[in-house]
């Protein structure tokens, strides 16, 4: 012990260890007892104490924890013995290597730190030991490794964001983008989003320096030969698949209502790339809109290799700030009240005038102008009674109030929504030459929702427009329907933009197909099927080697599919072609399967051999096309031609609503496709086109899968323009609204075609094809109906007393209580659709979860997929029994009013025939 004086407070304790090792020095005040350690290390020759507490790994320390471009780095190296020790700088790959001699435990290397070391690399070292050295039992090698940081400030760009702490909406405001040592070279961007949205989405401030002078990982993996010096061990075996990165997307919401609108706009604007004036400034300006809350303002600079950014929060406010309360929708007929939050924030008590205007399909009942006495900070809550007019539409409220010298305006939109769904009549056919043909579209729609559309063209497929117009505008999306909606898309886009251009316009098809693309990735689980609804484990076989059919075409079309998606998809699919499981169900799946491995260049032959040789007539036809066809693309067409029959017999089973979706119409269409490819002058080809046509009747729409397959079937032979020469004119009551000829299609989306008789007239050579439909929502609501199901809808309280819907109180739970009674067994994939009246809001769609309310637990069944909207609950189920089923879920009265109370529908996706439908109804929501 060393006793030393410290004059003034401060003083120098020299030391010499003995010998190496780790000293602990320990400093203490006798009269007040304080302490203070340090801890040192002494290395020297020989060999040190860290020798066997990690006998294969090698400590390494650097000098400095960051170094400039230039400098020496200075890297001392603790191994466990002495040996050969190869040195490697490496990050993504290996940048410089040293080979140094240890002939001790313990070295110091200095390593040259270069520009290309930026940000970082990674020194490891590898030491071999002697054979001679150390006992035989010894470790034969060690490593390590030490991250080498660089200094790279130098890049950072400072940016500096001059902006107001407070702004007034509905404004052009200006803010002033200052950069450190920029010029005419550097650009920048500025955004402006409200922070709501930001910290709803957890988003960022991005920071190019971060992401390109970050800390970067070791992207190289270190292999070597050490295992192979011991006695080998069998892995441990486990069933259990290990812990993946499984994907989940939110569902991609097709929006059902007819009436679209974005009643929140969020706030987010952009300045586009600008440039700086020689001082290193610019003036951005924002259009502020309606807004009262907090923005983020966030810069983004960049220069050659200099990067930075910077972010500031400014308050946009009213001095009166108005907060709203409208309904979510609003329904033809509907009765509702406006609550208005009016907050004087101008600093002084005053006098304020209110007053709400409507447009659109609405109207003020009661009082539009109102006026009121408020104290400095005061509050208060008027309201204003409207109501809805009897037809559909967008309409739009703005909302004025000024006192004390300040005026502020705020608007929103509401869609009156129709209490029921939209319908489609489609009329198709033919007119040769030199005749003419009569149409007359259906009228009785509620005003503001009737559309009107005529196309006209040489192509027959237009015939089948219709078709795919329902399969664009199918309003769910599993992995089956998200497949139907594209895949026709891959080879008819043409067709699409005849069926719509404005809906398909400038390469919107290509769009289509890619979002289909992107949202069935991210459907796909971990062992390369894909969920049946998004966000769930529930797989359909047949609809993940549909979804890969999909897949697999589309990336011989050009469309990008990931690597690791196609690869886990291609190896699940040889796992259901090895499947060995004995019946009709499993036969078919793993023949498709086999059709799809061979389009994707990966036949199995020994498994199409198999069922070649053993089971190939205990096919179905389809699937015996299919089998043909996985030869055919396996480059072996004898063997097809052998496996295909003269003539195809018609499926005569039941259509399915889950499992393999069979149908008769799907079976043709199948096996027509592969005909198509494989044999177009097949003697089947004309039967099946003429059922396949006889059965896609316009007033029957059928299935997604049954469209998808038909559409595509029919396409491959009846694509090809006919040979024609022709003019016409379309007229209505006789009066010509349009010209037409065959050198393209033409598209008429006239209201007034819905006005009277429209006659169809062609002169010249060849056959012109028409399709005409009507769209819209019928004046009357449909009438209470069972088809094979039957629906009924209950409110109840709290407690689970039944509800008078015409006696609710504001504020009050509703547990709705949704009935379905099947009359047959196995009815799967059934979409129960409830639609809300206008004063209540979903709450708590899963109440079976729900311990405040047990009494609804036992009773209520579960589903297969859950779709909430602000207007409406969809709720998918499968019923393996017939019998009665119920589900419940709460929703919130918010809005005083009398309201419509839409019909319920349940339907069958797979058989739309077997359906049921409530009539309608009053909701009235009082004090």
Not at 78 to 86: D, Q, V, Y
Not at 654 to 659: A, D, F, L, Q
Request: one cysteine or more.
């Amino acid at each position: 012990m060393d006793k030393i004086r410290l004059p003034n407070g401060e003083g120098t304790y020299l030391y010499r260890p003995p010998s190496w090792g780790c000293y602990k020095l320990v400093f203490s005040d006798p009269k007040t007892g304080a302490r203070a350690v340090r801890e040192i290390y002494a290395y020297g020759w020989g060999y040190s104490p860290w020798a066997m507490d990690h006998p294969d790994r090698v400590q390494l320390d650097l000098d400095k924890k960051v170094y400039q471009t230039g400098e020496t780095a200075t890297l001392q190296i603790k191994a466990p013995f002495a040996g050969r020790a190869l040195v490697t700088v490496e990050r993504e790959k290996v940048y410089d290597a040293y080979s140094v001699e240890l002939k001790e435990n313990t070295g110091i290397i200095s390593i040259p730190v270069k520009e290309n070391y930026k940000p970082n690399v990674y020194v490891s070292v590898h030491l071999i030991r002697g054979i001679k050295l150390l006992d035989k039992r010894a470790p034969a090698r060690a490593f390590g490794t030490i991250p080498l940081s660089v200094d790279c400030r130098e890049h950072r760009l400072k940016v500096t964001i001059n902006a107001a702490k407070e702004y007034l909406p509905n404004r052009t405001v200006e803010v002033e983008l200052a950069v450190e040592g920029g010029g005419g070279e550097t650009q920048l961007t500025l955004a402006a989003v409200d922070e709501g949205i930001c910290q709803l989405t957890e988003f960022v401030t991005p920071d190019p320096w971060e992401f390109f002078y970050g800390k970067r990982a070791l992207g190289l993996e270190t292999y070597d030969l050490y295992g192979m010096l011991l006695p080998e061990v069998a892995p441990v075996e486990t069933k259990d698949s290990p812990a993946g990165d499984e994907e989940m997307d939110n569902i991609r919401r097709r929006n059902l209502n007819p009436v679209a609108i974005r009643r929140v706009k969020p706030v987010s604007l952009w300045s586009g790339v600008l440039r700086l004036d020689a001082a290193g400034r610019t003036r951005v300006k924002l259009d502020l809109p309606q807004f009262n809350g907090t923005l983020r303002l966030m810069a983004v600079a960049v220069s050659g290799t200099r990067f930075g950014s910077a972010t500031e929060k400014v308050l946009v406010r009213d001095p009166i700030v108005l907060t709203s309360t409208y309904p979510r929708v609003l329904a033809p007929g509907d009765r509702t009240e406006i609550a208005v939050g009016v907050f004087n924030g101008t600093g002084r008590q005053g006098d304020f005038n209110l007053e709400l205007r409507a447009e659109g399909p609405v109207r003020i009942s009661g009082f539009a102008k109102k006026k009121l006495t408020l104290a400095k900070g005061e509050e208060k809550m008027v309201t204003f009674a409207v109501a809805a007019k009897e037809e559909a539409g967008t309409c739009r409220f703005v909302l004025k109030a000024s006192g004390n010298g300040a005026t502020t305006t705020e608007t929103t939109e509401l869609s009156v929504r129709p209490a029921t769904p939209a319908v489609t009549a489609g009329f198709a056919g033919s007119v040769a030459a030199g005749k003419s043909a009569i149409i007359e579209l259906p009228g009785g729609w509620v005003p503001g929702t009737a559309r009107y559309s005529l196309t006209l063209s040489p192509l027959p497929m237009i015939e089948f427009t219709g078709r795919l117009r329902y399969l664009l505008g199918y309003p769910y999306g599993c992995v089956e329907q998200t497949t139907s909606r594209v895949f026709p898309l891959l080879y008819f886009a043409d067709l699409a933009g005849a069926a719509d251009p404005a809906f398909l316009a400038a390469g919107r098809a290509e769009t289509y197909v890619r979002q289909g693309i992107e949202k069935l990735q991210s459907m796909q689980l971990q062992d390369g099927s894909f969920s049946f609804w998004p966000g769930t484990d529930y797989v359909s076989p047949w609809g993940s080697i549909y979804a890969a059919h999909f897949l697999v075409e589309a990336r011989k079309a050009g469309y990008i599919v990931a690597d690791r998606i196609y690869d886990r998809m291609l190896t699940w699919l040889e796992t259901m072609s090895r499947k060995t499981i004995e019946g009709p169900v499993s036969r078919q799946l793993r023949v498709y399967a086999l059709y799809v491995l061979s389009l994707a260049g990966k036949p199995q032959l020994s498994s199409m051999a198999f069922i070649k040789g053993q089971q190939l007539s205990q096919l179905m036809p389809d699937s015996r096309a299919q089998l043909a066809a996985a030869y055919y693309y396996a480059n072996d067409r004898q063997t097809a031609r052998e496996i295909l029959p003269n003539t195809f017999a018609a499926y005569t089973g039941k259509r399915e609503t889950g499992g393999n979706f069979n149908s008769a119409v799907r079976s043709d269409a199948i096996i027509l496709s592969v005909l198509a490819d494989l044999d177009p002058s097949h003697p089947a080809v004309p039967k099946l086109v003429e059922r396949l046509v006889d059965a896609i009747r316009i007033d029957n729409w059928g299935t997604t899968q049954e469209n998808a397959f038909a559409l595509m079937a029919l396409g491959k032979l009846l694509h090809r323009k006919e040979a024609a020469d022709y003019t016409g004119e379309v007229l209505l009551n006789g009066k010509v609204i349009a010209v037409f000829d065959a050198k393209g299609t033409k598209r008429l989306g006239d209201q007034r075609l819905g006005e009277g008789k429209i006659a169809i007239r062609v002169e010249g050579v060849g056959e012109c094809y028409y399709y005409a439909e009507a769209t819209g929502v019928p004046e009357k609501p449909p009438a209470a109906a069972s088809h094979g199901l039957r629906v009924e809808r209950e409110f109840f309280d709290r407690h689970g007393r039944t509800l008078d819907p015409e006696r609710i109180r504001q504020g009050d739970l509703v547990v709705v209580g949704l009935t379905i009674e099947t009359e047959e067994d196995n009815v799967k994939n059934v979409v129960l659709v409830d639609l809300l009246p206008a004063g209540l809001e979903i709450e708590n769609p899963r109440l079976a979860t729900s311990a405040e309310l047990g009494w609804v637990s036992e009773k209520s069944f579960t589903p297969t997929y859950l779709d909430i909207r602000d207007d409406r609950l969809i709720v998918f189920a499968d019923f393996g029994r017939a019998g009665t089923y119920r589900f419940y879920y709460a929703a919130r009265a918010v809005s005083r009013g009398t309201f419509v109370l839409p019909s319920l529908r349940a339907e069958c996706m797979y058989e739309p025939e077997v359906y049921g439908v409530t009539s309608g109804g009053k909701v009235r929501i009082s004090d």
